[in-house]
């Protein structure tokens, strides 16, 4: 095994390690309780091979869809359900239950509530309607990235913008696309029918030489379930916006505000740590137009794994 293969997972684990060796127990939002650090950052060169968890079975093409799905400017579950993807159904399946009084018929987790849910999500995949009232998580990325609603009641496209300016000014300083809308914010706060603000608040693009950076700032990152697929998203994305912008992807950096693990994460975690990582994968892109992509479109080429880790989300 090549050691620069596995860099990008020693990166992972190794902030696995430091966020249960050094985190402060914490209460949080859900109330299941987290081992937190504030302020981590990690650095995944995909020159080195693509930064996909290999201490645990990934679902790559879940990655690509939800990807996707924020580049189509889509706020709705139902693309994601069509395309097998269920990683958003619980935020709009909660909404579901609490204005429809059922929470006390169907307890969270239960076997009836997993039966309940998996009618709502089949409701969802074929009914237009009812996926218009129940499947919309409100302005979350996809209208943040594509449809950013300016002050004088335009859209700007944050992502065209992106490609563009990288194009045109290629060492400018100001090539962000941000999923924190300050203006939006109280009202998705207050609002039941949404899923919580952006975690991803703002990325940034920098070009060197023959090669695109890109650096994500997240304010809150579940180490656990949410990390390796914000890893591997944004690895993805940075591959994608290097072929339409005609650059070689380079360093992907992650900057983490509250970096946690909930309790009920950490035999998981630390099973992995056990676990010794293997070579990274390749991924290879379509030479097409980048919103003009599909999930066929990613091939991931020589992907080994350690089994699943089944991890429940808290929401």
Excluded at 180 to 199: D, F
Aim: proline share 4%; glycine share 6%.
């Amino acid at each position: 095994m090549n050691e620069v293969d596995i860099l990008g997972m020693q990166q992972y684990l190794s902030l696995v390690q430091e966020v249960l060796e050094h985190g402060e127990k914490r209460q949080d939002r859900t109330g299941v309780g987290t081992v937190s650090i504030f302020g981590i950052q990690r650095k995944y060169d995909l020159r080195e091979g693509f930064p996909l968890v290999t201490t645990k079975k990934v679902n790559f093409r879940n990655v690509v869809v939800e990807l996707l799905w924020f580049l189509r400017g889509d706020t709705n579950i139902q693309y994601l359900v069509q395309n097998s993807v269920n990683i958003w159904n619980e935020w709009a399946f909660q909404v579901y239950l609490e204005d429809n009084k059922l929470e006390a018929k169907f307890p969270r987790y239960s076997e009836e509530w997993k039966v309940e849910m998996q009618k709502f999500m089949e409701q969802v995949k074929v009914d237009n309607e009812f996926a218009r009232v129940w499947g919309e998580l409100g302005p979350v990325y996809g209208k943040q990235w594509r449809r950013w609603e300016a002050k004088d009641g335009t859209e700007v496209d944050q992502i065209a913008q992106a490609i563009e300016t990288i194009k045109r000014d290629p060492f400018s300083r100001r090539i962000l696309v941000s999923g924190w809308n300050v203006g939006e914010l109280q009202g998705l706060i207050k609002a039941k029918h949404h899923a919580p603000p952006s975690c991803h608040t703002v990325f940034q693009f920098y070009v060197s030489g023959k090669r695109l950076d890109l650096q994500l700032y997240q304010r809150s990152a579940d180490i656990a379930l949410g990390v390796p697929y914000n890893v591997a998203s944004y690895a993805a994305l940075l591959t994608a916006m290097a072929q339409e912008t005609g650059y070689e992807p380079g360093i992907f950096t992650h900057t983490l505000g509250d970096a946690h693990i909930y309790l009920n994460h950490v035999d998981g975690m630390r099973e992995q740590l056990k676990r010794v990582p293997f070579t990274l994968p390749k991924l290879t892109l379509a030479r097409k137009p980048l919103f003009e992509l599909t999930p066929d479109d990613f091939e991931l080429e020589n992907y080994q794994c350690h089994p699943f880790i089944k991890f429940q989300i808290a929401v």
